[in-house]
């Protein structure tokens, strides 16, 4: 076996195959592990299996409170679990659709909106449990809404969100069947991560809202906001990472694709 070997190492395609793969294999582990990871503005170096997760698109850490950002602005204190996502009660519905009526002028009667707003009809309920309670601490910014969130407790919050997770999701038109790669794939060589992984189509992610038939113009602000870092309530950067990497022709693709299925008022 021993001559064997000798002989194989001998050919020199062989060899440098070989050699061509390790060192093939060394420049892969330094691009995606330390160039790319460290080519992100809020790169902080935090061992080895931190930039493992960093580039395979997860957390480091699973069961802790969000940290602080690099800057020592907080990113949120939310720590969504499983339950936040149940269905509330029909009282609590009821108590829910009452809060609501200081909600309507933005959001509509039946949760859609009118204006510039989200569509919270049938949305899930620990996403807007989540966005009151940041909200309510500051964690993400808006004049009318925290001036709202402060006077609202936890449960009342709950309510609010049984409600609007109680209302149909409202009825959209079809899609663009031409669906950007960043939605389906993302983009790997860029560390994005596609939208439907999150945010449905082919997958959901706790915490993450459905898009269809949101304004496009909503989606844009938001996108640009967590790109430019005046919104970080996303626990670990998720959504500024990915944001940062669009370009502004992207994320119009986006947000006019989500918004293509936009309902109509009610």
Not at 88 to 114: F, I, K, M, P, Y
Request: charge should be positive.
């Amino acid at each position: 076996m021993s001559g064997q070997r000798v002989v194989a190492w001998s050919n020199p395609w062989f060899r440098w195959s070989v050699i061509s793969f390790c060192a093939s294999s060394v420049a892969a582990i330094l691009i995606g592990f330390i160039w790319l990871p460290s080519a992100q503005g809020d790169f902080s170096a935090q061992g080895l299996w931190a930039s493992i997760c960093r580039a395979a698109g997860v957390p480091a850490r699973w069961s802790e409170a969000p940290q602080a950002t690099a800057s020592g602005a907080r990113s949120t204190s939310v720590v969504l679990n499983e339950a936040m996502a149940k269905r509330g009660s029909d009282v609590a519905v009821g108590r829910g659709a009452t809060l609501a009526l200081q909600c309507t002028t933005c959001h509509g009667e039946r949760g859609v909106s009118a204006a510039n707003a989200p569509n919270l009809a049938g949305q899930y309920p620990e996403v807007i449990v989540k966005q009151m309670l940041d909200f309510k601490s500051g964690d993400r910014s808006s004049a009318v809404m925290q001036a709202l969130a402060a006077n609202l407790s936890e449960p009342a919050i709950c309510d609010l969100a049984a409600y609007y997770a109680y209302l149909p999701k409202p009825s959209t038109g079809n899609l663009d069947g031409q669906v950007p790669a960043l939605i389906r794939v993302g983009d790997p060589m860029r560390n994005i991560a596609p939208c439907g992984a999150c945010h449905g189509g082919f997958g959901d992610k706790l915490g993450a809202p459905w898009l269809e038939g949101m304004p496009r113009e909503y989606l844009v602000v938001q996108l640009t906001n967590f790109a430019g870092g005046a919104r970080r309530n996303d626990s670990l950067a998720q959504m500024r990472n990915m944001a940062r990497a669009l370009s502004a022709t992207e994320t119009e693709s986006i947000a006019s694709y989500y918004a293509g299925a936009a309902p109509r008022p009610r």
